[in-house]
């Protein structure tokens, strides 16, 4: 698998070679490395060069992150089935594993946990990212976090590709939200137009659910 290599700077550099700025300068100016030059002209160093087993010390770190999610607390229980279905995935596939749960709607991209994975993602520390459905992750916009995960070579694992069973209940969520914002947009949060568009839409989701 290849790792992006990594640049760090002068003093990171000595530290991991356990000399000083001076010495880097001196084998600068005597050819024995040579490093990259920024668009400010400072000096950056790979660490593939400072250290060949750097790759396989990140690779050695990477883990698995499988990631779950309801749309609201009166799902709590799926919450913790969704996550003990996933954990024993993980574990029977043999692979180092960590948990990040969120209770949230999938329209919400500022969910703490789906932050939180995301850093980690773009951080280089996911192996592969495992869910229970596409949906789990977010109503639209997966592919997005898919094409991210592709680009840090993470691979992504789906246990269930079926219809997810809160597929209609979640999505009734998902529209009243939409529709809340919306309308809160148009008419103002506190209008009667408001508030009478938001009960009908309440009432259709409870319907419908």
Not at 168 to 197: M, Q
Request: aromatic share 6%; net charge positive; hydrophobic share 40%.
């Amino acid at each position: 698998m290849y790792i992006m290599d990594k640049l760090v700077s002068i003093t990171e550099a000595s530290k991991i070679l356990g000399v000083c700025a001076t010495t880097l300068r001196r084998w600068e100016r005597d050819g024995k490395l040579v490093p990259i030059r920024t668009a400010g002209n400072q000096r950056r160093y790979s660490l593939h060069a400072l250290d060949p087993s750097f790759a396989d010390s990140i690779e050695s770190h990477r883990v698995t992150y499988a990631y779950a999610r309801v749309s609201s607390h009166e799902q709590k229980e799926d919450l913790v089935r969704q996550a003990q279905v996933l954990e024993m995935h993980c574990a029977s596939q043999g692979w180092k594993f960590k948990v990040v749960t969120d209770l949230g709607s999938g329209m919400n991209y500022h969910k703490k946990g789906l932050k939180k994975l995301l850093a980690e993602i773009i951080a280089g520390r996911v192996e592969r990212l495992v869910i229970a459905h596409k949906d789990r992750l977010l109503r639209f916009g997966a592919e997005l976090i898919f094409a991210i995960c592709e680009c840090k070579n993470v691979e992504i694992v789906i246990i269930n590709k079926g219809q997810d069973t809160t597929f209609e209940e979640d999505l009734a969520k998902d529209v009243l939200e939409i529709i809340t914002v919306f309308s809160a947009r148009l008419y103002g949060s506190r209008s009667n137009k408001n508030k009478k568009l938001i009960e009908a839409a309440q009432k259709a989701v409870e319907t419908s659910t």
